[in-house]
């Protein structure tokens, strides 16, 4: 078996960060923590300071720092501590580093997941937004550096299991015909546009099938977490969003699909849990365990496929326009979506408020090539404000 890898997690703290501590955990012989980081939830990194004795950790914010780095000299652990972006992008790049867990939610992920792609990192990507933002950018910087870039969204870490050997994310692949994204619809599949209006917080952080972060449970309620996911698909596999169909699957059980043009639709399936990709991406091309129970089909016995309803996740028709629009498009889209959500998670705007606020912001923007990070900041900066002025409204 090969050498043990060294890793670092962006977003240790979140949800991914949590699952990918624990598949890793099953693994002492293969993989070692170098590097964890984490936004405000000092209990819990110091927690997994003292778990896995990493080699340094950085967060976001100088205050968190400074309490923390007390916390692990009481501690009598020898961790350093590193903060701002500049310290989250430092960790990603380390030498001891050999794979990054990109685990930050939102645009916040970009920098230090473009400084593991430049660093020529093994590059395990949940932060989708990092490539909806500035997917040409990413995906060039990855293959400049000869970075390797593993999904771990679920729909998109089934769609790299159904490709042909030896493929490659960022390669087009030969006899594709169709990339089925399936989506579990979220909790208000089954919603009219007036229980829609007076969905709360609380309703929409509850997902059927999956745990995840506040911001990803709101956009899969939307479905703006399947237009992202479609963006995404498109620069992973390389494919126009003309060959990618969505296909509400309420059971949640098959990922996504892969259909060629002999007739054959692979698809991969398990339970609803994400240390299945985790597992996967990091032991690619082995296999290893996971932790996740095996699936039984008797238990399941049922799997529905339904077209979604545009009219009814408009957000969905929305993540569609801005690609066909093209240039910065996903950029405005992505930054007003996490201004929406945010403000209705602040009960500052309504469940459907989200997708008007974005339809006005896209209607706005100053659409830019994204040729250089820098155009990509400033498109995210401008839709942020704009869409701020919506929501004020
Ligand atoms: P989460 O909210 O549980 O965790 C987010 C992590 O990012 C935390 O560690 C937090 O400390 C950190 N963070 C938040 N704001 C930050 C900032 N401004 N700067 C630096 N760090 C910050 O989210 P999650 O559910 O783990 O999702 C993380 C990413 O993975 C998202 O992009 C999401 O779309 C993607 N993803 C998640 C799932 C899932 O099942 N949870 C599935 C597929 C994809
Ligand atoms: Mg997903």
């Known amino acids: 078996m090969a ?60 205050d968190v720092a400074e309490k923390i780095e007390r916390q692990i000299r009481a501690a009598g652990l020898d961790i350093k501590v590193l903060c701002g972006v500049k310290g989250l992008e430092q960790v990603a790049a380390l030498p001891q580093v050999d794979y990054v867990m990109a685990a930050i939610v939102g645009a916040a992920g970009l920098l230090p997941t473009l400084a593991a792609a430049r660093a020529g990192k093994r590059v395990l990507l949940a932060n989708k937004e990092a490539l909806v933002m500035s997917g040409a950018l990413f995906m060039s910087e990855v293959r400049d550096h000869g970075a390797e870039l593993l999904p771990i969204d679920s729909e998109h870490n089934a769609i790299f299991q159904c490709m042909p050997d030896n493929y490659h994310t960022g390669q087009g692949a030969v006899g594709v015909e169709k990339i089925l994204l399936t989506a579990s619809g979220g909790p208000f599949r089954e919603y009219g546009p007036e229980q829609l209006a007076s969905v709360t917080p609380e309703q929409a952080i509850a997902h059927p099938n999956w745990v995840m972060g506040r911001k990803i449970s709101v956009d899969s309620a939307t479905m703006m977490n ?15 969003h003309e060959k990618i169909q969505v296909v509400i699957h309420p059971q949640s059980i098959i990922h996504s699909m892969v259909s060629y043009n002999d007739g054959s639709v692979l698809a991969q399936m398990g339970n609803p849990d994400m240390r299945t990709p985790i597992a996967h991406a990091l032991a690619w091309p082995e296999r290893i365990q996971s932790g996740v129970e095996p699936l039984d089909l008797f238990e399941v016995a049922k799997l529905d ?77 401008e839709a942020r404000q704009i869409c701020r002025e919506f929501i004020k409204k």
């Not at 399947?226 to 126009?240: N, Y």
């Open 3 to 62: 050498s043990s890898k060294g890793i670092c997690i962006l977003g240790s703290t979140g949800t991914i960060g949590v699952n990918t501590l624990d598949v890793i955990s099953r693994h002492p012989d293969r993989f070692h923590v170098v590097a964890l980081t984490g936004h405000n939830n000092s209990e819990l990194l110091l927690q997994q300071c003292r778990e896995n004795e990493p080699e340094v950790v950085a967060v976001t914010d100088a």
């Open 226 to 240: 399947k237009g992202l996911e479609l963006i995404e698909a498109c620069w992973l596999f390389d494919v126009s």
């Open 305 to 381: 496929f339904v077209e979604p309803d545009f009219a009814q996740f408009p957000c969905l028709a929305l993540a569609y326009e801005s690609i066909k629009l093209g240039g910065t498009a996903t950029t405005a889209l992505n930054a007003a979506n996490e201004e929406a959500v945010s403000a209705f998670l602040d009960r500052k705007l309504h469940f459907t408020g989200i997708a008007e606020v974005i339809v006005r912001t896209l209607e706005n923007v100053s659409l830019k090539d994204p040729d250089a990070l820098q155009v990509v900041l400033d498109a995210d900066m």
